[in-house]
């Protein structure tokens, strides 16, 4: 299996901060067309909903605060903006392989 | 709107069974690979199995390999994970997920809480 790893493993930020979330994957997990790579967003509570598909591509509804960028091992999940509704834990999952998600990143009010 | 609900979780022994549904609607369910994925309490997710749109190719994480069956029933938009011979650390939050593209999960369901303990 394709193991995911994410860093920090959690935050603190305040409104309006820029914040970068950086997921590592054990093996190249894109080509020249693709990016195998999602970022989802999980409030306390509640279903994850996606963010980031394809490693850049944002999904429909999703502010265009959010961004996503990377290839190959490394990927990078960016809140150019920080808001109040966006405290929350952020997973990137890998959908190259058998799909697996790293451990989490949560961000919080510092 | 895309609609996922899910059913059937509750309090089972060790080495008992549960069988898990999730109804969709707002689209064409067969149209669509479907996945469950859960959480356990306080950690993080973890994908246990797929179908694809006709339910003919099915995938399974291999912490749960030969004791969960996904299945599912396009004539009645269901979707099913028979779960059998549980353990203690099958304890989690299950979420019913559309894949879209395949094994990306563009919508959720609520989840349904399994809990095994004696």
């Known amino acids: 299996d394709i193991q995911m790893t994410q860093s920090p493993s959690s935050l603190s930020a305040s409104v309006g901060d820029r914040v970068t979330i950086t997921c590592r994957a054990s093996q190249i997990i894109s080509n020249h067309l693709h990016g195998y790579l999602n970022w989802y967003q999980q409030i306390p509570g509640k279903a994850p909903k996606l963010l980031i598909y394809d490693a850049s591509k944002l999904q429909t509804g999703v502010p265009s605060r959010f961004s996503g960028s990377g290839s190959g091992t490394d990927f990078t999940l960016t809140i150019s903006s920080l808001q109040p509704e966006d405290f929350a834990t952020y997973y990137c999952q890998q959908s190259y392989g058998s799909p697996t998600f790293g451990p989490g990143t949560k961000v919080d009010l510092k | 709107e895309v609609q996922l609900v899910e059913s059937g979780g509750g309090l089972v022994q060790p080495g008992g069974s549960l069988r898990l549904s999730c109804a969709a609607s707002?689209?064409?369910?067969?149209?669509?690979?479907m996945s469950w994925v859960r959480q356990a309490p306080g950690k993080g997710l973890e994908w246990v199995s797929g179908a694809s749109g006709d339910g003919g190719s099915t995938f399974y994480a291999d912490s749960v390999k030969g004791r969960l069956t996904i299945s599912r029933d396009n004539s009645e938009n269901t979707l099913y994970l028979q779960m059998n011979s549980l353990r203690a650390d099958d304890t989690a939050v299950y979420y019913c997920?559309?894949?879209?593209?395949?094994?990306?999960?563009?919508?959720w369901g609520q989840g349904t809480l399994v809990t095994v303990s004696s």
């Open positions: 997920a559309r894949e879209y593209p395949v094994t990306t999960f563009d919508s």
């Open positions: 707002g689209f064409t369910f067969g149209r669509y690979a």
